[in-house]
């Protein structure tokens, strides 16, 4: 087996990357660990929401461009946020070309492109038929129309070098190695989440007490390799992920949704002493990252009081509204007439999380700063006020992993000299610099992939014309 092109990944980036290849002329080898044509990976179980920094792709660029900015924060704008903003119209069209189909999910802009059909709005896991699925299902029948298929069972282990160049990979084949010769090797792997010792050195200090939210099929093989092979690696520190109910670990109905971010949002979240240890106007992504960083990761518990309950929390818009979906999923809610009482039934310090109101409640009222500050977005902070008083421990799910390996415009692979790598690019999750930072960006997984393994695969055909 030779290609002209060799993917690792048959994820979003990867059947894109090998959909456009092949469209180029080019001859893709589409590698995947999966064992069966059903094979999981986070393409396949997403909402299937495609969006950019939660605007509508179809935007005019520079309304998108400002977005991306605004949520990454200027100071940390990167180049590659802008190929995000240039090229999500061009993805969208590529990607009903390939014949998916999308409904528009409500008035909230960022909902405008759904995959069809969509997943209900209900608690647990619900993949298969859904969206996602017949999109993976869709661009893999493509890929064999266009003469080319997908290779299952197949974990690529270690990138084959000659000189500086990238000329194949190094593949797993039931227990037997094989080489595969190539001109390009593009990583799509889906980041590294699933590998607990890459989740220590750069997440949390106890990445077994977060909760995989998602397929976990990303170890960070490709990030081994790229490293290996001296490339740069960036963000490492952050990841898409949201607060879930902490029974998540045993009730599998409990995630990927609900998420309780939308409460936190709006409230308080504190550890065992019943203090605030972040910034909940930030929203969920950032405060998942912030509980992963804890010592102990299982011990952040949101509190809110009866308004939050059946006022936010029972409205049914996106995400699916915790009021009553949470409870009937088999989550816990704590309740009590006080605070004292409901402090000691979460395992909480009474004298802490009564400190911890009074002052909170007097800042929002007086408008005074709380520490650690809350900023005020569009996660208005509501007083803990009325009885009775809730609580729900939480966890932080991982989704993905947002930094990874350098990339260029182009998806070329960085080095650490700054240099690219030749005949290495990388796409989907398995990048990094487009999300993350201080703020812990989300920009959109889906299109990140989609639009990463377009420019892989034109980048690669434009190399192998300039070569031939
Ligand atoms: C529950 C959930 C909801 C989500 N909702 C949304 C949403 O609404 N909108 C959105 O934009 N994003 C969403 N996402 C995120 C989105 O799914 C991902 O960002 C995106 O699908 C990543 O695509 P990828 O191809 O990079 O990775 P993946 O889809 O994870 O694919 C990577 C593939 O690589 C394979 N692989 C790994 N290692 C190897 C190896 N060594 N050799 C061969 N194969 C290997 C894996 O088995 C996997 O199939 C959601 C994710 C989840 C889990």
């Known amino acids: 087996m030779s290609g002209d092109i060799v993917i690792i990944g048959g994820g979003l980036a990867g059947l894109t990357t090998a959909n456009r290849a092949a469209e180029l002329g080019l001859n893709p080898i589409l590698l995947e660990q999966g064992s069966n044509s059903q094979y999981f990976c986070n393409s396949r179980l997403a909402g299937g929401i495609l969006h950019v920094a939660f ?49 528009k999910g409500g008035s909230l802009e960022f909902m405008r492109w759904i995959l069809a059909p969509p997943r209900p709005r209900g608690a647990g896991l619900d993949w298969k038929g859904r969206g996602p699925d017949v999109l993976l299902r869709r661009l893999t029948a ?95 520190d952050r990841f898409y992920g949201h607060l879930l109910g902490r029974q998540a670990f045993e009730i599998e109905k409990l995630w990927p949704y609900p998420i309780v971010d939308p409460i936190a949002a709006h409230s308080i979240v504190v550890d065992e002493a019943g203090r605030r240890f972040l910034d909940e106007g930030m929203g969920g992504v950032y405060m998942a990252n912030e509980v992963a960083k804890l010592d102990n990761p299982l011990t952040a518990t949101v509190v809110f009081d009866d308004a939050v309950w059946n006022g936010l929390a029972a409205d049914n818009r996106y995400p699916p509204c915790m009021n009553p979906v949470f409870v009937n999923a088999g989550g816990t809610v704590l309740e009590a007439g006080d ?10 310090s009474a004298d802490g999380l009564s400190a911890t109101v009074a002052a909170y409640n007097v800042a929002i009222q007086s408008g005074a700063a709380h520490v650690p500050v809350r900023t005020v977005t569009k996660f208005k902070p509501q007083p803990i006020a009325q009885s009775p008083f809730r609580a729900i421990p939480v966890c932080a ?26 005949g290495l690019f990388a796409a ?38 300039a070569a031939a």
């Open 142 to 236: 493509n890929l064999s129309d266009r003469g080319k298929t997908l290779r299952l069972k197949m974990r690529a282990r270690e990138l084959i070098i000659e000189g500086d160049r990238v000329t194949g990979v190094m593949v797993e084949n039931g227990g037997a190695m094989e080489i595969i010769p190539a001109a390009a090797v593009v990583i799509s792997d889906g980041g590294f989440q699933a590998n607990m010792k890459l989740m220590r050195r750069y997440v949390s200090p106890a990445p077994q007490k977060l909760l995989q939210r998602g397929a976990a099929t990303g170890h960070g093989d490709g990030l081994m390799m790229a490293e290996a092979a001296g490339a740069k690696l960036v963000g490492m």
């Open 339 to 348: 605070l004292d009482t409901l402090a000691k039934k979460a395992g909480i």
């Open 55 to 103: 605007k509508d792709l179809t935007a005019a660029p520079e309304d998108i461009a400002a977005a991306i900015r605004a949520q990454t924060d200027e100071d940390e704008a990167t180049v590659l946020g802008s190929v995000m903003a240039e090229d999500c119209g061009r993805a969208l069209t590529w990607l009903r070309g390939e014949g998916a189909k999308f409904i």
């Open 397 to 422: 799910g991982i989704t993905y992993t947002m930094g990874g390996i350098a990339i260029d415009r182009d998806s070329r692979v960085q080095a650490q000299s700054g240099e690219v790598i030749p």
């Open 428 to 465: 989907g999750s398995a990048s990094g610099g487009i999300e993350g930072g201080r703020n812990a960006a989300y920009l959109g997984g889906l299109t990140k992939a989609v639009i990463t393994g377009l420019r892989a695969a034109e980048s690669a055909a434009y190399e192998a014309q």
